[in-house]
């Protein structure tokens, strides 16, 4: 097996690590797809399967649950045996329970084999882990950076293509897509994908790996970053809770005018991930986080004030929610950089704990703007100033404990 390898020119060198990054990039693939693309196509799903709406609605939840608990192994297995045997183990996996999906006729069949996708394409998230193993830094920060482009165009795009795929060819042509995508890569990451993890674990016991799981827990590099990547993010997730029922009640809009709305927000966090990588040429991304931080609490007392003026206009609420997402586009990649850059024999279980840790905050946010007893622009208001607060106290704690690096 190819391993990855610092040595050799500098030209060679820069040639191996943008491979590496293109594959990666393209890992993000099947994951998404396999929660956005067919999305059109679940009430079609529905009446094929002679099923409820509930149980083609939990194709998606069975798939996320699968996603949650495989990275939980798929982090740990990698820094024991590699990064690419576990990518590919993962994908051959995939591959065949996509065929389940496309020919099965019964819905419980159906609903294991998304589980099963599910916890096999899990192994994917290993893919921060391979960022760690070959950058450092401020390149760190710009791969984590490419990857959240993807990740974040995805699920804009996806729908959209899944809606001409049930138009023209029907809702198996969804996980033909998947198929033939997932085993294309497979082959490119096969070929083409060296090993990255030179600095293996020597054993693998509960011991040892609960121990491994409490060390990257326990750091406060990690603790911290997390926690700003989630807290604004979870800006994003509040607004795609609540939005819909804001924009559509409180200002009588269209539902096909939510959607462009969102359509700018993911715009916004899109601009603010390319910003930041133009900013990490001359500036550290212990800066770039700062920058970020200040614009979110800005734009949070802006859309505050407003609401306290009673400046209740679809403008005043959109403005300052489209800043403060901007500005996650500089936190949210550099922090998830941050909170991997300490391990680099462990990276495996920090990008599992992360992902996870990431998803649950998230879910959590998600959670309380929907049990808000009002969604109006000071709700909005009061979560976001909220969300900067205990980001700028995160970030003057990394401070004074000299974590974050210049």
């Not at 084999?113 to 921060?128: D, E, K, T």
């Not at 804001?246 to 993911?266: C, D, R, V, W």
Request: charged content about 10%; glycine content about 4%.
């Amino acid at each position: 097996m190819k391993h990855y390898s610092p040595a050799g020119t500098e030209t060679e060198l820069k040639k191996q690590k943008t491979l590496i990054s293109i594959l990666l990039i393209l890992t993000v693939f099947p994951s998404q797809l396999s929660i956005d693309l067919y999305l059109p196509s679940l009430p079609y799903i529905q009446k094929a399967l002679h099923t409820s709406s509930t149980n083609a609605q939990a194709t998606l939840s069975v798939y996320l649950i699968g996603v949650s608990i495989g990275i939980l192994f798929y982090g740990t297995l990698s820094d024991r045996f590699g990064r690419k045997i576990i990518m590919l183990l993962g994908l051959g996996i995939y591959n065949l329970v996509t065929l389940v999906c496309l020919f099965t006729n019964d819905i419980q069949l159906f609903l294991v084999a998304r589980l099963i996708q599910g916890l096999s394409i899990a192994s994917i998230f290993v893919n921060r882990a391979v960022l760690r193993d070959v950058f450092d830094g401020k390149q760190l920060v710009k791969s984590v950076t490419y990857l959240s482009l993807a990740w974040v165009m995805i699920p804009i795009l996806a729908p959209f293509f899944g809606g001409i795929i049930q138009r023209f060819l029907g809702w198996r042509a969804n996980f033909v897509v998947l198929f033939l995508f997932s085993s294309s890569l497979f082959v490119i990451l096969l070929k083409f994908l060296p090993e990255t993890n030179v600095n293996r674990l020597t054993s693998l016991n509960l011991k040892s790996i609960i121990q491994s799981h409490l060390d990257v827990i326990r750091n406060p590099i990690f603790s911290t970053n997390l926690l700003a990547c989630a807290l604004s993010y979870a800006a994003m997730i509040a607004f795609s809770t609540a939005g819909p029922y804001l924009i559509q009640t409180a200002f009588h809009l269209q539902p096909s005018t939510y959607g462009f709305i969102a359509l700018i927000m993911a715009i916004a966090y899109l601009l603010g991930n390319l910003i930041s990588i133009a900013i990490l040429k001359y500036y550290s991304e212990k800066t770039l986080i700062f920058l970020g931080i200040l614009l979110f609490f800005i734009s949070s007392l802006v859309l505050l004030i407003l609401a306290l003026l009673s400046f209740h206009s679809l403008s005043s609420m959109l403005v300052p929610i489209f800043m403060a997402i901007f500005s996650t586009g500089f936190i949210y990649p550099a922090c998830s950089a941050n909170s991997i850059m300490p391990f680099k024999t462990k990276s495996g279980v920090a990008s599992a704990l992360f992902t996870n840790g990431n998803m649950l905050l998230c879910f959590a946010m998600s959670y309380i703007t929907a049990i808000l007893p009002e969604h109006n622009q000071l709700a909005f208001s009061f979560i976001f100033i909220v969300t900067s607060l205990i980001l700028i106290l995160l970030f003057f704690s990394s401070i004074r404990s000299q974590k974050l690096t210049v």
